[in-house]
């Protein structure tokens, strides 16, 4: 049904925002990126996937695609465990920086994952 990964991952990110009762539209110039509102908010933000959201639970930040993203939020999804986690892109750098400025990468499992990182299982989904 899907050609790779990515579009698997960002119909799933559709899904969970509708799911969610939020509004969600493509960017106009750059279809990766999902601009998206809870109903409650003012404005809008703007997000774009990343994969690595593993089977064991870990979440893998990759330094690359942090320091790189030029939108408001990242969302890393399993669409096969029907789970995500996402975060403000300026608070991981931050973290990023602070605690890892020469690695790669960033492996957090449940006991020190950052408390702006938000994690949801999506039922039905």
């Known amino acids: 049904?899907?050609?790779?990964?990515?579009?698997?991952?960002?119909?799933?990110?559709?899904?969970?925002?509708?799911?969610?009762?939020?509004?969600?539209?493509?960017?106009?110039?750059?279809?990766?990126?999902?601009?998206?509102?809870?109903?409650?908010?003012?404005?809008?933000?703007?997000?774009?996937?990343?994969?690595?959201?593993?089977?064991?639970?870990?979440?893998v930040v990759h330094k690359e695609v942090l320091m790189g993203a030029d939108t408001d939020r990242i969302f890393h999804v399993n669409p096969s465990l029907k789970s995500v986690a996402w975060y403000g892109v300026d608070c991981m750098r931050d973290v990023f920086n602070l605690y890892n400025p020469d690695k790669d990468y960033m492996v957090f499992n449940s006991y020190n994952t950052p408390s702006f990182v938000t994690t949801k299982v999506i039922a039905n989904a």
């Open 1 to 59: 049904m899907y050609n790779n990964e990515h579009e698997e991952g960002l119909d799933f990110l559709k899904l969970m925002f509708e799911k969610f009762g939020w509004y969600w539209e493509s960017h106009p110039t750059n279809g990766d990126v999902l601009m998206f509102r809870n109903p409650s908010w003012k404005y809008w933000y703007s997000g774009t996937i990343d994969q690595h959201l593993h089977e064991n639970g870990k979440l």
